[in-house]
């Protein structure tokens, strides 16, 4: 399938590759996923995937920051790109180790929320000051260096932003959920339309 053909599987701009139009290596690492329409539209680009994947994995599978925090991460990021394929998936993810759906629609309120812990509305201040400005403010960098230790401070910040680069990718490329997985809604903020701001 080329990549001007209409695809199938949620896709709504560039199809995904099939498998058996890729080279060995590729072929090999696409094939220890569950099938999912996100790297076999990435490997249009070989090398791309070949180098991302592995970071991905890294970061879902041997972070060292708890999943609960990765999580909150994860669907703030979701949420202030409106990347449908992250938060979708990231509101499955909290949802199966425990977060419930009222703490899940706070992430739209944001850090200043009532009802988040001290440590929770940190997490989510630090996502909307990358988001924002691409850096950390001195009283939340004080506040996450009492909290994490040097390598957890990178992956914070390797979290937030590999998962903005997931979300320009599904969100321009337009990869869509797959068969069987039904987009969540995003939760909606009090000020109503969210917009970013620079």
């Not at 399938?1 to 696409?30: C, F, I, K």
């Not at 009492?146 to 320009?168: I, K, S, T, W």
Request: a negative charge; hydrophobic letters at 40%; charged letters at 25%.
């Amino acid at each position: 399938m080329s990549a001007s053909e209409s695809s199938s599987g949620g896709n709504r701009r560039l199809p995904p590759r099939s498998l058996n139009d890729v080279d060995p290596t590729t072929h090999a690492l696409l094939a220890l996923d569950a099938p999912n329409n996100l790297y076999p539209t990435v490997a249009w680009h070989p090398d791309f995937v070949q180098s991302w994947r592995p970071l991905v994995r890294m970061l879902k599978d041997r972070g060292l920051i708890d999943l609960r925090t990765r999580e909150l991460l994860l669907l703030r990021v979701g949420w202030h790109c409106r990347a449908e394929y992250v938060w979708t998936k990231h509101v499955l993810i909290s949802k199966e180790i425990g977060m419930s759906d009222e703490e899940i629609e706070r992430v739209a309120l944001g850090p200043d929320a009532d009802g988040w812990s001290a440590e929770d509305r940190v997490i989510l201040r630090a996502v909307d000051e990358l988001y924002g400005t691409s850096r950390f403010s001195d009283a939340t960098w004080a506040a996450l260096r009492e909290r994490f230790a040097e390598p957890e401070l990178v992956e914070v910040c390797g979290l937030v932003g590999g998962y903005q680069l997931l979300a320009y990718l599904t969100n321009g490329l337009g990869i869509g959920l797959e068969p069987g997985i039904d987009a969540v809604p995003f939760s909606s903020d009090a000020n109503g339309d969210h917009a970013r701001e620079r």
